[in-house]
Nanobody, 124 residues
Framework: VQLVDSGGGLVQAGGSLRLSCAAS????????MGWFRQAPGKEREFVAV????????NYAAFVKGRFTISRDNAKNTVYLQMNNLKPEDTDVYYC??????????????????WGQGTQVTVSS
């Protein structure tokens, strides 16, 4: 599978963005998908993950109630709707597919395929 992230940008605090991750390849529909973020000099950080069917999701504590992960398997796309954005959400955001397709891991080391990243900047 190959992944292409998009949808980042500059937004004021309290605003919203929707990130998209377009996937190509035959295994997307049977693979969990995750979103991570990373600031310069820091380790990649888990944001959200969704199971292959979309029936199960998991979020980092700092985004619960603000971010929503979803997927459209017919379009081979995963989304991250981000609401009530805060300046501390400023990062490069990456979608990723795990090495074990059915494993909805929160650990970036379990992921083997990554998008190129999309920059999210939240101004105060």
């Amino acid at each position: 599978v190959q992944l292409v992230d998009s949808g980042g940008g500059l937004v004021q605090a309290g605003g919203s963005l929707r990130l998209s991750c377009a996937a190509s390849g035959p295994t997307f529909g049977v693979s969990a998908m995750g979103w991570f973020r990373q600031a310069p000099g820091k380790e990649r950080e888990f944001v959200a993950v969704i199971s292959w069917s979309g029936g199960n999701t998991n979020y980092a504590a700092f985004v619960k109630g603000r971010f929503t992960i979803s997927r459209d398997n017919a379009k081979n796309t995963v989304y991250l709707q981000m609401n009530n954005l805060k300046p501390e959400d400023t990062d490069v955001y990456y979608c990723a597919a795990p090495r074990r397709p059915y494993y909805s891991s929160t650990n970036y080391r379990d992921y083997g395929v990554w998008g190129q990243g999309t920059q999210v900047t939240v101004s105060s």
